[in-house]
């Protein structure tokens, strides 16, 4: 069965830090373009960042650089978010995504297969 399982959230305080990991099974996920989005309670759904195919460039959110890393684990077939200096406003359902055109895109129209998502609360 093809499928992605978003694990890693939980309750931080403001400051911490959190990796949530994003692990495929039944594909390979070297030969796509891996995304995290998040969606925070009342608000659409918004990229955070993606990880690309081949060169493995990236792009993120604004208001993310500087605090969040993406990076890919080949040998587990894991991509993981790296989440420091985590704020409130962080405060979501993470979701990663996979995109067959190999592509890095905060556009979640381009994502093909999704995960069912990983809570994160940032709270003091």
């Known amino acids: 069965q093809v499928k992605l399982v978003e694990s890693g959230g939980g309750l931080v305080q403001p400051g911490g830090s959190l990796r949530l990991s994003c692990a495929a099974s039944?594909?390979?996920?070297?030969?796509?373009?891996i995304g995290w989005f998040r969606q925070a309670p009342g608000k659409e759904r918004e990229g955070v960042s993606c990880?690309?195919?081949?060169?493995?460039?990236?792009v993120y959110l604004d208001s993310v650089k500087g605090r969040f890393t993406i990076f890919r684990n080949t040998a587990k077939n894991t991509v993981y978010l790296q989440m420091d200096n985590l704020e409130p406003e962080d405060t979501a359902i993470y979701y990663c995504?996979?995109?067959?055109?190999?592509?890095?895109?905060?556009?979640?129209?381009?994502?093909?297969?999704w995960g069912k998502g990983t809570l994160v609360t940032v709270s003091s």
């Open positions: 039944g594909f390979s996920l070297d030969y796509y373009a």
């Open positions: 995504a996979a995109d067959a055109s190999g592509v890095a895109t905060l556009n979640e129209n381009n994502m093909d297969l």
């Open positions: 990880l690309s195919s081949g060169d493995y460039s990236t």
